[in-house]
């Protein structure tokens, strides 16, 4: 009923002698339609291929491993350069401070002017970055270069999720966000089990390799079909260079303040938690008696464990909704955690910690590019995906250098993860809050 109401009106838009005018109104109208439940589009009627699905998750597992590898490369590095926990705290720091920036600023020039550009040209400047890292000898040198990786890897993910969220029907969007967005701990668990296999070749030529692999994946993003229609934009969007400024401020209206603020509130936590236990767990393993080879498995089994619970969600989410199974997850998630300080005994107890950790922590966190895409419409999609990372990659900046002060008061593993399951719960409750607050 509705696809015929919408083709008769189409056709009578096309008999009147304004066609410009008139289209721009067809394109409002299946905009409006879509974002309030139709299953239509600009570009697609039918679910988009598993290909593209495949292209995704391949994209954003390259952007897991570039932005990783530093941290399962922190033994190497900290030994040859001469480095302090607190100065790699720095370095990660600076790496997750150019993915906020690049999230803020290419975001929006994404939804401007069109992701598949901003995600191209952002895989040549990550991988030639990457490239560079191998030729750092001083700290002052290795942090400019990961500030320069973060900025690009950060207009990867603010451009690749709403590119393929758009070439799915709404009934379908969450789980291939979420499925696509699995391949994010998946680079982590590939990156930490390639570092242990090659890490005898040295930290230099594994950053060659990881810069080469970002940049051999560009030919891929083409697959990729344009999903922004540049001509309409949506409201308060001009031709002119006000609309980056509004499409950051929609992000607060129409009712999604409180939500918007919520859901960065458990961005933040939540990314703070990810990446202290990706970046130290290893480094306190290997103070806990472990090979660094071993040492490194730790973030593979951890991340192994985020992609079963993300796959799992799925099934959740399809049935109960988004926001309150994940919020569900993470709480389990926060006790798990807490016990982790006491497995360091035995290798094997360790690594089922840290899997049962990913499987509610990290696999509920999976879900926030599915958040971002179900909160903001689409013609500010990538700025609200690119601005909500942006705000985790604070917590990423967080989580590292709270991790590397912890470790210079020589506090104790157990007392670690009890300090670190805190900002999980508070997680929890900004993402139950999210569904409270957002828009219905």
């Known amino acids: 009923m509705l696809g015929s109401s919408v083709s008769g009106m189409r056709d009578d838009a096309l008999k009147q002698k304004s066609p410009k005018i008139n289209i721009l109104a067809w394109e409002d109208l299946l905009l409006i339609a879509e974002e309030n439940g139709a299953n239509i589009s600009l570009e697609r009627q039918h679910a988009a291929p598993l290909s593209l699905l495949i292209v995704a998750f391949i994209l954003v597992m390259i952007d897991a491993y570039d932005m990783f590898i530093i941290s399962f490369l922190v033994p190497l590095i900290a030994a040859d350069l001469n480095l302090t926990p607190m100065s790699m705290g720095q370095i990660f720091a600076a790496g997750l401070a150019g993915s906020m920036l690049g999230g803020m600023i290419l975001g929006p020039v994404a939804d401007r002017y069109g992701r598949r550009p901003v995600l191209t040209l952002s895989l040549v400047v990550a991988g030639a970055a990457t490239i560079l890292c191998s030729t750092a000898t001083t700290f002052g040198a290795l942090a400019g270069v990961r500030l320069i990786v973060g900025f690009a890897l950060g207009g990867v993910l603010a451009a690749v999720i709403p590119l393929i969220a758009e070439h799915f029907p709404q009934e379908k969007r969450n789980t291939a966000v979420t499925m696509m967005f699995v391949g994010y701990p998946c680079g982590a668990v590939v990156g930490g089990a390639l570092t242990s296999m090659l890490i005898h070749h040295g930290w230099r030529t594994l950053f060659i390799g990881t810069g080469i ?10 697959l990729l079909k344009e999903s922004l229609d540049r001509v309409r934009l949506g409201p308060g969007h001009d031709s002119g260079g006000k609309g980056r400024v509004s499409s950051i401020r929609a992000l607060f209206t129409e009712g999604r303040s409180l939500a918007t603020l919520s859901m960065g509130v458990g961005v933040f936590f939540m990314l703070l938690v990810t990446y202290l236990l990706n970046s130290w767990t ?62 360091y005994e035995t290798t094997t107890t360790l690594f089922a910690g840290l899997f049962v950790a990913g499987v509610f922590a990290i696999g509920g966190q999976q879900n926030t590019p599915a958040m971002a895409v179900q909160l903001y419409p689409k013609h500010i999609r990538a700025t609200g995906a690119g601005w909500q990372l942006a ?43 999210v569904e409270l607050t957002r828009p219905k």
């Open 213 to 222: 692999l970002t940049l051999a994946v560009i030919p891929i993003a083409f």
């Open 282 to 343: 290893p480094m306190i393993a290997v103070k806990s008696g472990m090979s660094p080879a071993s040492a490194a498995l730790c973030g593979v089994f951890l991340n192994l464990g985020g992609i079963v619970g993300a796959l799992g969600s799925t099934i959740v989410i399809r049935k109960y909704g988004l926001f309150r199974p994940v919020a569900v997850m993470i709480v389990v998630g926060a006790v798990a955690i807490a016990l982790i300080g006491q497995l």
């Open 391 to 433: 705000v985790g990659r604070l917590g990423s900046i967080a989580g590292p250098m709270i991790g590397g002060q912890l470790l210079t008061w020589q506090v104790g593993s157990e007392s670690l993860f009890i300090i670190v399951a805190i900002p999980t719960l508070l997680a929890a409750v900004a993402y139950a809050a």
